[in-house]
Structure formats: C-alpha cells, structure tokens
Nanobody
Framework: QLQFVESGGGLVQPGGSLRLSCIAS????????IGWFRQAPGKEREGIICIANNGRSTNYAASVKGRFTISRDNAKNTVYLQMRSLKPEDTAVYSC??????????????????WGQGTQVTVSS
C-alpha cells in the first residue's frame, strides 16, 4: 500500500507546459507500476498513462498521446508527468495511483488504487 502526494499543477495558457510530480511513500516505488489519472468537474476519472516497474509506459488516453510523457525516479520515489501543448480540455484534477495486481501496467486503466488528493491543472487564457 502506497500513499501519494501530487504537486506541480497550476494555471497555464493554452500551448503551455507543466510537469507534475507524484511522490510515493509507504514502500519502495521500484516494484510498482504507477498510473496518472485525471478528473474534470462532472466527469468520470479517466486513466491517462502508466509506467511499469521497468520504466516502460502504456498510454490510455488518445487525446494526450504525443503530448504527455511519464517517467520515474525510483531513488526519489517519484513519478513525473510532463505535459506539453496543453489544451483547455486538459483542465482537471490530476492524481496518481498504484497498479494493484501487477507491475507492468494493464492494457486498460483498471485495478489501480490509493489515489492521492490530486493537483489542479487549469488551462485557460
């Protein structure tokens, strides 16, 4: 069971960039796959992208493919989400979670647990 604290959100203009951080605690991160999710007001939480314990990524959201990149630094117990070319529709609360039943990322964004409180990303002019 991991606990997460997300940070790095804020207000950015369309076309801008942000890097979010997900700091894990409670257990070493290197044996876990970690996913980034987002939830906009009135909408369901959606999976964005996952990084396996070996560093390989799996994309879930076609709308962010090519714009968002996930990475990890196990020594710092941190997973990052680099976001580029941000659009107003990217506005949401972004959070991270651990894969429950594996460490190589599922084909679909299912069976994740222990989300943090999230960090707000607002893309607006």
């Amino acid at each position: 069971q991991l606990q997460f604290v997300e940070s790095g959100g804020g207000l950015v203009q369309p076309g801008g960039s942000l890097r979010l951080s997900c700091i894990a605690s409670g257990s070493p991160l290197d044996d876990y796959a970690i996913g980034w999710f987002r939830q906009a007001p009135g909408k369901e939480r959606e999976g964005i992208i996952c990084i396996a314990n070996n560093g390989r990524s799996t994309n879930y959201a076609a709308s962010v493919k090519g714009r968002f990149t996930i990475s990890r630094d196990n020594a710092k117990n941190t997973v990052y989400l680099q976001m580029r070319s941000l659009k107003p529709e990217d506005t949401a609360v972004y959070s991270c979670a651990e894969q429950r039943y594996g460490s190589s990322c599922p084909h679909q964004p299912l069976n994740f647990a222990s989300w943090g409180q999230g960090t707000q990303v607002t893309v607006s002019s």
